[in-house]
T-cell receptor
């Protein structure tokens, strides 16, 4: 079985500052990894995903994440955040070649202050 | 495509009443998922279907919950009887494989 730990439940930052949202996973098999974003009163939408290949993955809205197999991490980064990035961010994992089920972390609430 | 469509967006009901939530997945997607989101538990997978067949319902909390997918373009999640602890946002998501596409959710309040 897979599990996901998002180490920070809330991250406040100032506008134009860099941000890193941390995600660690546990799995006995190879995995696919995802970051989703949820804006207030909306569903989740995909930011980026790692399936294979380059460990640095670029997504929408200037976000990127790096897959680190030895540390079982998939941290999300953005060099300069905007007010509009205020949202909740979810890390998720699924087994390669296995179930379609995604296991989600509990989410990190990112608040960007002016 | 219009995306995953859920109805109703908001539902307020009294304890003991039957609640039916509806979902229209994206055309051509083989997988359909029902999730529940609460502050305490985060996102929980309730059940998912592949080609209209339920594959895993281990997340369905109790016999009061049931889900159906009579055809490729429609699914329902029913709660009967409803209880205050069922208050949550219920999301439907569909997938061609791998990436999930979520609806905007149905916010259920049981008084």
């Amino acid at each position: 079985a897979q599990s996901v730990t998002q180490l920070d439940s809330q991250v406040p930052v100032f506008e134009e500052a860099p941000v890193e949202l941390r995600c660690n996973y546990s799995s006995s098999v190879s995995v696919y990894l995802f970051w989703y974003v949820q804006y207030p009163n909306q569903g989740l939408q995909l930011l980026l995903k790692y399936l294979s290949g380059s460990t640095l993955v670029k997504g929408i809205n200037g976000f990127e994440a790096e897959f680190n197999k030895s540390q079982t991490s998939f941290h999300l980064r953005k060099p300069s955040v905007h007010i509009s990035d205020t949202a909740e961010y979810f890390c998720a994992v699924s087994p390669q070649g296995g179930s379609e089920k995604l296991v989600f972390g509990k989410g990190t609430k990112l608040t960007v202050n002016p | 495509d219009a995306g995953v469509i859920q109805s109703p967006r908001h539902e307020v009901t009294e304890m003991g009443q039957e609640v039916t939530l509806r979902c229209k997945p994206i055309s051509g997607h083989d997988y359909l998922f029902w999730y529940r989101q609460t502050m305490m538990r985060g996102l929980e997978l309730l059940i998912y279907f592949n080609n209209n067949v339920p594959i895993d319902d281990s997340g369905m909390p109790e016999d009061r919950f049931s889900a159906k997918m009579p055809n490729a373009s429609f699914s329902t999640l029913k709660i009967q009887p409803s209880e205050p602890r069922d208050s949550a946002v219920y999301f439907c998501a569909s997938s061609p494989s791998g990436e999930l596409f979520f609806g905007e959710g149905s916010r259920l309040t049981v008084l």
